[in-house]
């Protein structure tokens, strides 16, 4: 998966589900995807944070693109705080977020990484993490095909994407290579959000831990369904 800023509820449990997770960070940035950006709850609605970037051209691979400035802290921070402060699990996490915003980077790729890791330290997840830009030497091979190279390469017997992968990977194309291909679809989750009526779903992972303990999210892992 490309890394993604404090990604959704589902990222993490498909880094859950594995033994190891790989960062597909040396393909080509899509404007307005999520590397840089995601949703939180603010006055009962959801609203992006944004993490501005340096010019990129189409062609310019996640793990090159670099952080416009470091104005944006402060007031993303803010944001967040005034926003959760009131949160029952705000003292814990707000640290976590600032550290990842602090954290001395250039990169939004690194910065995006840094924040899937800091999260799952406090889940307390066990999952590896590689990097396909530091290993693998395939940016030849495109689509499935590097995909399952990388498989390969890990000696895997068995693939998990994201429910979005159904449309570019190919179950009998990995079954012919040794390798058995699922994909995550994950279940509504629901939980209080400040006693709101109309609970806003599929928000940053900040949101979830704002509300919720690392126990509770840990159990909110098994809400996916394999197809």
């Not at 310019?60 to 402060?85: F, G």
């Not at 600032?98 to 001395?104: A, E, G, H, I, V």
């Not at 994407?161 to 990977?169: D, H, K, P, Q, V």
């Not at 400040?194 to 509770?216: C, G, R």
Request: proline residues 4%; hydrophobic residues 40%; charged residues 20%.
């Amino acid at each position: 998966m490309q890394p993604y800023i404090f990604p959704y509820i589902g990222y993490f449990s498909l880094i859950n589900a594995v033994d190891r997770f790989v960062f597909y960070d040396d393909v080509n940035y899509m404007k307005n995807g999520w590397v840089n950006r995601n949703q939180i709850l603010v006055n009962q609605k959801p609203l992006y944070f944004t993490i501005p970037l340096q010019a990129q051209s189409s062609f310019s691979r996640i793990n090159e693109i670099r952080i416009h400035s470091r104005n944006w802290i402060e007031k993303t921070l803010k944001t967040i705080e005034q926003s959760y402060k009131k949160a029952p699990y705000y003292n814990n996490v707000f640290p976590l977020i600032q550290k990842t915003f602090l954290y001395d980077t250039e990169l939004i790729s690194e910065m995006a990484k840094e924040s899937i890791l800091n999260t799952c330290q406090y889940l307390s997840i066990k999952t590896s993490f590689i990097s396909t830009s530091a290993v693998y030497e395939n940016q030849t091979l495109k689509a499935q095909e590097r995909v399952i190279d990388i498989c390969k390469k890990e000696s895997a017997t068995v693939y998990i994407n994201a429910i979005g992968g159904m449309e570019l990977y190919d179950h009998k194309t990995f079954s012919r290579n040794g390798i058995n291909l699922y994909f995550m679809k994950q279940r509504p989750i629901f939980y209080n959000q400040f006693k709101y009526k109309e609970f806003i779903p599929w928000l940053s992972i900040i949101d979830v831990m704002m509300h919720n303990d690392p126990k509770q999210i840990a159990d909110f892992f098994h809400e996916h369904d394999l197809i």
